[in-house]
């Protein structure tokens, strides 16, 4: 797949962003901050929508802008997408006529993706011939993404597109996103502030703060290190799992998941037997025990090793990193326990303990 | 009664018409420059275009006498292009009334491109729009009903205007006599019965516009992207 290189000032007087990277561009890029780090910017500057930006733009070898040369495309020409926080759907044409607008405007190529399956991939047959005012947020959203695909970008940046939609919302669109780039073969750059959306998309994360990009990487990584913790705030903080669906108990509503060699259940995914989930485990969901508990309504218990404690002697609480995994350098999950339980269990690193999760924990399931 | 001459009536009309014509193609570029500028001078540029509210017609008609004199500014070279004055014709009297009716028509094209804004334009350009396509096809559908209320006030405002027409176009029968000027002369040598007509007329057609505009109003509103 093509590689995004971009190298780019925009000074907003007392807000400036200064960027410099190269990103591989294969599924999901997420660029995550906190509101007014300069990610809509960014966003905004590589689509050539930012007409302070200055600098170096190169997407797939192809230059879009060079400041120095004298270079600048316009967005027209750019052949990048963007979907937009507020959608931005044609008010004087229905859905079809939405899509069509881009349709009709497509960029040049053997590989565009075809209209009936476009919306087939955004379940959007039913909404065709419906006016864009009486559309649902979740609804608008997905027609400004179909219209998007259908303009046959190169890349697709798309901009906090669930911001405005409540937690339900949010959950049924993320699985039509995050099949997109290899149903239409389409690189996606989604913004996000929203740590939960992120862990559930991304492959490779970027975060920005005060206009600089101050960590970057393979997701598991990422979301571990302290700067992904600023933006999603110390109380969320957590970790990212990858499991497999091991079974459905349907009689609970339950789903088996095998992560690291054992087992855990949550509340139910619509996932077939086998396929991939991710979830996300907050550290203040997490306990620890020194045996195996019985009589205990948590369902989850894993077997696990301290790798590291973390005490902070201005704070209550201390975080304790756990390795899941029978191979060093696998699944982790992070406690965060009192530092009077730390003592009073004597926890110590490379020591054998229970992980306890509650299963009710997990955020609605996708 | 039945010898009521007609002439000044279809003048008007032609009259609004071509100037409401002429204004739109005009009045488009110029209110989507104000409506997307963000020059230091474009107060001026508004105020400019806002004069014509606040003058006297007679203030107007004065200057554009002195522009449009065969030896004026503008007088003497349209006298050497089309070998005609601009004085007393109604080629004259249509550049007086678009400079009269001018704001009628660009303040509420300004105000409509503005509440269309930049963001459907973007939006327009990033599905690979060129600016001229995402005009025509995003931001003037959007604006509709600013076109529908710049082209009725316009020409409603045409329709009524006096000051200026007296003092640029005279009277003359064919050529610059329209209905306002028509009944003021009526009402000089007392012909009450025909001005009462000519007003009644205008007045229930104004009216009528008048009740149109906001009617469209309320069936077509804002479109708010």
């Known amino acids: ?366 | 009664m039945n010898d009521l001459d007609l002439g000044p009536v279809w003048l008007t009309l032609r009259l609004a018409g071509v100037t409401v014509a002429l204004l739109l193609l005009i009045g488009t570029p110029l209110a989507w420059w104000l409506a997307h500028t963000r020059t230091r001078v474009k107060p001026l540029i508004e105020a400019l275009t806002a004069l014509p509210l606040v003058l006297p017609p007679t203030v107007i008609g004065f200057y554009l006498l002195v522009l449009f004199a065969p030896a004026g500014v503008l007088g003497e070279p349209w006298l050497r292009l089309t070998g005609q004055t601009l004085t007393f014709s109604f080629s004259g009297l249509v550049l007086a009334s678009m400079i009269y009716s001018l704001p009628f028509v660009v303040q509420p094209l300004q105000g409509a491109f503005e509440a269309v804004g930049r963001g459907p334009l973007e939006a327009a350009a990033v599905l690979g729009a060129r600016p001229l396509d995402a005009f025509f096809s995003v931001a003037s559908p959007l604006a509709l009903r600013g076109y529908v209320t710049a082209s009725v006030l316009g020409f409603a405002h045409t329709l009524g205007e006096f000051g200026v027409v007296l003092m640029v176009g005279g009277n003359i029968p064919g050529r610059t006599r329209v209905i306002s000027i028509a009944i003021y002369e009526q009402v000089e040598t007392l012909n009450f019965a025909q001005a009462h007509l000519l007003s009644a007329g205008l007045l229930l057609f104004s009216f009528a516009v008048l009740v149109l505009v906001y009617a469209l109003n309320r069936r077509f509103p804002v479109h708010a992207a």
């Open chain 1, 1 to 366: 797949m093509s590689a995004l290189a971009f190298d780019l000032t925009v000074d907003h007087g007392a807000f400036a962003l200064r960027t410099c990277e190269t990103l591989p561009l294969t599924g999901i890029t997420a660029v995550m901050g906190a509101s007014g780090s300069g990610k809509s910017t960014l966003l905004r500057a590589l689509a050539g929508l930012e007409p302070a930006a200055r600098g170096r733009v190169e997407l797939g070898g192809v230059v879009l802008q060079d400041t120095a040369a004298g270079v600048c495309l316009p967005p027209h020409r750019r052949g990048i997408g963007y979907v937009f926080q507020d959608a931005r759907l044609f008010a004087h044409r229905n859905v079809s006529g939405n899509l069509r607008y881009a349709l009709a405007r497509a960029r040049p190529g053997a590989a565009a993706p075809n209209f009936d399956d476009v919306v087939a991939a955004l379940d959007l047959a039913p909404l065709l011939g419906r006016r864009v005012g009486g559309l649902s947020g979740g609804e608008r959203q997905r027609v400004a993404i179909a219209r998007a695909l259908l303009a046959n970008p190169r890349l697709l940046l798309l901009d906090e597109p669930l911001a405005a939609l409540d937690l339900k919302r949010k959950a049924e669109l993320l699985p039509y996103i995050r099949q997109l780039p290899e149903r239409f073969g389409i690189p996606l750059i989604y913004v996000s502030h929203a740590v939960e959306e992120v862990a559930q998309l991304a492959n490779e994360v970027l975060i920005l703060s005060a206009g600089q990009v101050v960590a970057r990487g393979e997701v598991h990584a990422v979301l571990q290190q302290p700067e992904a913790e600023a933006v999603s705030g110390h109380f969320d903080a957590g970790v990212v799992l990858d499991g497999r669906v091991d079974g459905q108990v349907p009689e609970y509503a339950l789903t088996e998941i095998a992560v690291a060699g054992q087992r855990m259940s949550v509340p139910r995914i619509d996932a077939a037997v086998g396929s991939p989930v991710r979830l996300r485990v907050r550290a203040r969901d997490v306990a620890i025990a020194l045996q195996r508990v019985e009589g205990i309504s948590i369902r989850n218990q894993l077997a696990a090793r301290v790798l590291r404690i973390t005490r902070d002697s201005t704070s209550a609480n201390a975080e304790v990193l756990l390795d899941l995994g029978q191979d060093p350098g696998g699944a982790h999950l992070r406690a965060r326990v009192t530092r009077e339980a730390v003592t009073t269990l004597g926890l110590a690193e490379t020591q054998r303990v229970w992980a306890l999760v509650k299963s009710v924990s997990f955020e609605p399931p996708q």
